[in-house]
C-alpha cells in the first residue's frame, strides 16, 4: 500500500462514452501527477497540480480533463476517447521542495477504448 | 532535447547473483536521480535516489552510482532474489521542479 488509490482498477469504456478516473492520496503531498504508461513507451507525464493549481500539461489532447478539487483528490474526465488511448493510467503524489522528492505511486487504472 | 535512456531492455540473471540495470541521461541540469521497481500489475515503487552531489549511495542490498561526467547511472541489486524480478526505470528530474523524465525501462528475470 503506498498510500495513493486510484479507481477502478479497470476500465472498458466505448469511442462515445464519458467517464471518469480517480485519485486520492492519503500522505498529506503537495503535488499530485497523472501518467500514461502504454506498452511501447516510456512512462509519459500528462499533467502535474501543485497545492490543487494545475503547473503542467504536457499537450495533451483535449479528451483528457484534470480536475484537482483539493490537495488530496485527482480525477481524469474521459470524452470521446480513441482506441490507441488504451492504456496503464497512474497516478501520483509527491512532497515537492527545491531538492527534489520521489514519487508515489497509486496502482494505476488499465483502461481499454473500444 | 531531453532524455534518460536504458542501454539494455531484457537482463536474465542466475538466482544469488549481482545484479547491474544501466541508464543513460542527457540533460545536464538534472541533479535528481532515482530507480523504481515495476512489478506486473502495480505501480512504479521508490527504490533509491542519489543527488548529483553524490556518486554513489547504498541501500538495502542495492546501490546506486552516478557518473556525471559521461551522464550514467547505474543500479546495482547484490544477492538477486526471484522477487527482484521486475522492471526497473531510472528517472530524472531538476531539484524544485515537477517535471520527472523516466527511463524506457528494463525487465530483470530472475532464474532460480
Known amino acids: 500500500e503506498t498510500g495513493v488509490t486510484q479507481t477502478p482498477r479497470h476500465l472498458v469504456m466505448g469511442m462515445t462514452n464519458k467517464k471518469s478516473l480517480k485519485c486520492e492520496q492519503h500522505?498529506?503531498?503537495?503535488?499530485m501527477y497523472w501518467y500514461k504508461q502504454s506498452a511501447k513507451k516510456p512512462l509519459e507525464l500528462m499533467f502535474v497540480?501543485?497545492?490543487?493549481?494545475?503547473?503542467e500539461n504536457n499537450s495533451v489532447p483535449s479528451r483528457f480533463s484534470p480536475e484537482c478539487p483539493n490537495s488530496s483528490h485527482l480525477f481524469l474526465h474521459l470524452h470521446t476517447l480513441q482506441p490507441e488511448d488504451s492504456a496503464l493510467y497512474l497516478c501520483?503524489?509527491?512532497?515537492?521542495?527545491?531538492?527534489?522528492?520521489?514519487?508515489?505511486f497509486g496502482q494505476g487504472t488499465r483502461l481499454t477504448v473500444v | 532535447g531531453e532524455s534518460v535512456g536504458l542501454h539494455l531492455p531484457t537482463l536474465s540473471v542466475q538466482e544469488g547473483d549481482n545484479s547491474i540495470i544501466n541508464c543513460a541521461y542527457s540533460?545536464?541540469?538534472?541533479?535528481?536521480f532515482i530507480w523504481y521497481k515495476q512489478e506486473s500489475g502495480k505501480g512504479p515503487q521508490f527504490i533509491i535516489d542519489?543527488?548529483?552531489?553524490?556518486d554513489k549511495r547504498q541501500g538495502q542490498r542495492v546501490t546506486v552510482l552516478l557518473n556525471k561526467t559521461v551522464k550514467h547511472l547505474s543500479l546495482q541489486i547484490a544477492a538477486t532474489q526471484p522477487g527482484d524480478s521486475a522492471v526497473y526505470f531510472c528517472?530524472?528530474?531538476?531539484?524544485?521542479?515537477?517535471?520527472?523524465?523516466f527511463g524506457a525501462g528494463t525487465r530483470l528475470f530472475v532464474k532460480a
Open positions: 500522505l498529506g503531498h503537495n503535488a
Open positions: 542519489i543527488r548529483s552531489n553524490m
Open positions: 497540480y501543485n497545492f490543487k493549481e494545475q503547473t
Open positions: 501520483a503524489s509527491s512532497q515537492e521542495t527545491i531538492r527534489g522528492a520521489e514519487a508515489f
Open positions: 528517472a530524472e528530474k531538476q531539484g524544485g521542479g515537477f517535471k520527472t523524465i
Open positions: 540533460n545536464s541540469a538534472s541533479d535528481y
